[in-house]
T-cell receptor, first 111, second 113 residues
Framework: DAGITQSPRHKVTETGTPVTLRCHQTENHRYMYWYRQDPGHGLRLIHY???????DKGEVSDGYSVSRSKTEDFLLTLESATSSQTSVYFC??????????FGPGTRLTVT | GQQLNQSPQSMFIQEGEDVSMNCTSS?????WLWYKQDPGEGPVLLIA?????ELTSNGRLTAQFGITRKDSFLNISASIPSDVGIYFC?????????????FGTGTSLTVIP
């Protein structure tokens, strides 16, 4: 358990509204990741961070942006939510040379 | 992105039976990982494999890193009801900005008491 929390845990929002999900870790891990999980697709990487202010795109980054202003926080923003972004979002973190530890997930519904 | 093919998609077994699942990739990975996910929770790491050919055990779980570095399998011996969940394989590759992880689509395991 890497002390990873996600907020909110559940959110319902309307199409076209902006949404920000927060991931917070207390382990001083260098790397942080955002995934989405959908039936039949497993976990797919949206964006990841390899240090404060250092981020890169994953395989499903369109429609998402991220920011990392502090080691402990990694924010995922949907600038204008769409129904296709209804999903369960997981954050993960890890230190150099170690494996990923996952947060509890955020269930997002876009109506 | 990388494609990981995980099979079977689902399994229904009797308590006490052994379970085997595997994962194949079109690309080479430096590390193979196996996770278990319970409903409403995030995935939890079960086993990590770092070298081609490596065979690693964790209690009743055994996993192997394929020689070609494109596949891995997970075995669970003498299954019990708490083994129920979704099992994911993941491959890790190294890039110049860090490591990326690619996940299989999962194997849903049901253990019938």
């Amino acid at each position: 358990d890497a002390g990873i929390t996600q907020s909110p845990r559940h959110k319902v929002t309307e199409t076209g509204t902006p949404v920000t999900l927060r991931c917070h870790q207390t382990e001083n891990h260098r790397y942080m990741y955002w995934y989405r999980q959908d039936p039949g697709h497993g976990l797919r990487l949206i964006h990841y961070s390899y240090g404060v202010k250092d981020t890169d795109k994953g395989e499903v980054s369109d429609g998402y942006s991220v920011s990392r202003s502090k080691t402990e926080d990694f924010l995922l923003t949907l600038e204008s939510a769409t129904s296709s972004q209804t999903s369960v979002y997981f954050c993960a973190s890890r230190k150099v040379g170690d494996e990923q530890y996952f947060g509890p997930g955020t269930r997002l519904t876009v109506t | 992105g990388q494609q990981l093919n995980q099979s079977p998609q689902s399994m229904f077994i009797q308590e006490g039976e052994d379970v085997s699942m595997n994962c194949t990739s079109s690309s080479i990975f430096n590390t193979w990982l196996w996770y278990k996910q319970d409903p409403g929770e995030g995935p939890v790491l079960l086993i990590a494999l770092y070298k081609a050919g490596e065979l690693t055990s964790n209690g009743r779980l055994t996993a192997q890193f394929g020689i070609t570095r494109k596949d891995s399998f997970l075995n669970i011996s003498a299954s019990i009801p708490s083994d129920v969940g979704i099992y994911f394989c993941a491959g890790q590759e190294t890039s110049n900005t860090g490591n990326q992880f690619y996940f299989g689509t999962g194997t849903s395991l049901t253990v019938i008491p």
